[in-house]
């Protein structure tokens, strides 16, 4: 596509020439004047940043917007409920184990080996196809990842405890985290129509951490509630809106405009 747009350009080029300023007929090759597409300035590109030089921008600025009221509030709600929870663990593990209920799918869903992979895809796709829109969308599923590897990590080596299988690394559940992150993102940019099978997408793969015996229950619980942050982390600024309210004239008086610009 973008070849045939430069053939398309420079066919419009030559053909606009005036036909004093072409070469003679009987001009010979090594002798006829080279005509070239207009070049745009130097500085029209010079000072924007590329995109690694914006996603690496974005990043550090993810982990400062990390330490917020609402991210408190998230992590306080999580981090309650895991607690009131624990106290059934083994009982919900044990009732689980004799139900022998499989839940396929979860493993691969919430493991970020699937979920990274399928943001870049996303975010290359979209760029491709010119859709500024669903490209923001696909940055920002990376960014929530990005942030949701780094805080789960620290969070397993600080609290190093056991699952139920004996394995190490148990809380919180990187499948959970991974998955209510995305879940976060997509709500935020498509609304609740894409948002709930998201979310209920989410549930089954925590769910399907229990079942399988890779997690204890307030593993998953608080591991929703680190992806909820980190999702709405990464849409801070998508989410922001500034309101504007003046008054205008109308037809027999007078009335107020209310003006909402978005960011992002």
């Known amino acids: 596509m973008v070849a045939c747009a430069l053939a398309a350009a420079a066919v419009g080029a030559l053909t606009s020439i005036p036909v ?24 029209a590109s010079a ?31 999580g981090g309650g409920a895991a607690l009131i929870v624990h106290q059934s663990d083994e ?13 396929p799918g ?20 979209a760029s491709a196809a010119g859709s500024e829109r669903h490209a923001q969308t696909g940055r920002d599923l990376l960014r929530a990842q990005i942030a949701v590897g780094s805080w789960t990590y620290a969070i397993k080596l600080a609290t190093q405890r056991t699952r139920p299988n ?9 499948h959970a985290t991974a998955s209510f992150a995305t879940a976060a993102v997509l709500e935020d940019h498509y609304g609740w129509k894409v948002g709930v099978p998201a979310f209920v997408a989410a549930a089954y793969t ?26 709405r982390t990464v849409t801070i600024k998508f989410r922001e809106s500034r309101v504007s309210i003046f008054p205008a004239p109308v037809p027999g008086g007078a009335g107020v405009l209310v003006n909402v610009v978005s960011g992002g």
Not at 20 to 43: H, I, R, V, Y
Not at 91 to 103: G, M
Not at 207 to 231: I, K, P, Y
Request: aromatic share 12%; with cysteine.
């Open 206 to 231: 925590a769910a399907s951490r229990v079942t399988a015996n890779q997690h204890w229950t307030s593993d998953v619980v608080f591991g929703a509630a680190l992806g909820v942050a980190c999702g």
């Open 91 to 103: 009982a919900i593990r044990d009732a689980a184990l004799e139900a022998n209920t499989t839940l």
């Open 106 to 125: 979860g493993d691969f869903y919430g493991s970020q080996f699937f979920q990274m992979p399928a943001a870049i895809a996303w975010w290359a796709i």
């Open 20 to 43: 004093s300023a072409q070469a003679p007929l009987s001009q010979s090759a090594d002798t006829a004047p080279a005509f070239e597409l207009p070049q745009a300035p130097a500085s």
């Open 166 to 174: 004996g394995d190490p690394h148990s809380f919180p559940s990187g």
């Open 47 to 77: 000072g924007a940043p590329n995109a690694a030089t914006r996603l690496v921008r974005d990043v550090a600025g993810d982990y400062v917007h990390f330490f917020s009221v609402e991210t408190a509030v998230w992590l306080g709600v």
